[in-house]
């Protein structure tokens, strides 16, 4: 079974950092692009960044361009994303999601770990 | 990149059909098959119903279609059901190797 379980979140003051982490099973990790999808209070899915399956292509949404990183362990099956200089807007819940490609669709999601950017 | 544009919400008795749209541009919606619709109830997982524009994953209900015209992808429910009631995505890969949600649509089941 599939799974992806997201963890690190939590409440940081604005300009502080965070580290995501995504642990996978049930699949065979290095095969796959992975990407991080976010969710702000009352409002909709948005897409953070993506991830190749052997980081040799990563892509950032503009909004957190410059201030987050994507990386993975496919020794370890895990995915994570580095957030620095974090805001008040980046306050959400944050998912992994497996990606397939090349559908650019996104077959499984973990649960999310929400991020609280607030002092 | 902007999101592509979709209805607040939309509504519809059960039984009935609904279509929701996803406007965008040639350099999204427009521009690739690489389009995607997701269901999302609060509290769970966006759930994948639609890839490709039109191809629906195993075991997503027949119920759910979809098709692209020009800018527009669309998105149609047919036998609307209590458990349709949920929020809906629909997300584009981009001319700068990005992907993008739609701003997202409520459907209620009235």
């Known amino acids: 079974e599939v799974q992806l379980v997201e963890s690190g979140g939590g409440l940081v003051k604005p300009g502080g950092s965070l580290r995501l982490s995504c642990a996978a099973s049930?699949?065979?990790?290095?095969?796959?692009?992975m990407n991080w999808v976010r969710q702000a209070p009352g409002k909709g899915l948005e897409w953070v960044s993506s991830?190749?399956?052997?980081?040799?292509?990563?892509y950032y949404a503009d909004s957190v361009k410059g201030r987050f990183t994507i990386s993975r362990d496919n020794a370890k099956n895990s995915l994570y994303l580095q957030m620095n200089s974090l805001r008040a807007e980046d306050t959400a819940l944050y998912y992994c999601?497996?990606?397939?490609?090349?559908?650019?669709?996104?077959?499984?999601w973990g649960q999310g770990t929400l991020v609280t950017v607030s002092s | 990149q902007s999101a592509p544009t979709q209805p607040a919400s939309v509504s519809g008795s059960p039984g009935q059909s609904i279509t929701i749209s996803c406007t965008g541009t040639s350099s999204d919606v427009g521009g690739y098959n690489y389009v995607s619709w997701y269901q999302h109830h609060p509290g769970k997982a966006p759930k994948l119903i639609i890839y490709d524009v039109s191809k629906r994953p195993s075991g997503v209900s027949n119920r759910f279609s979809a098709s692209k015209s020009g800018n527009t992808a669309s998105l149609t429910i047919s036998g609307l059901q209590a458990e349709d009631e949920a929020d809906y995505y629909c997300t584009s890969y981009t001319s700068s190797s990005t992907l993008v949600f739609g701003g997202g649509t409520k459907l209620t089941v009235l």
């Open positions: 049930g699949f065979t990790f290095s095969s796959y692009s």
């Open positions: 999601a497996r990606e397939v490609v090349p559908d650019a669709a996104f077959d499984y």
């Open positions: 991830i190749s399956s052997s980081s040799n292509y990563i």
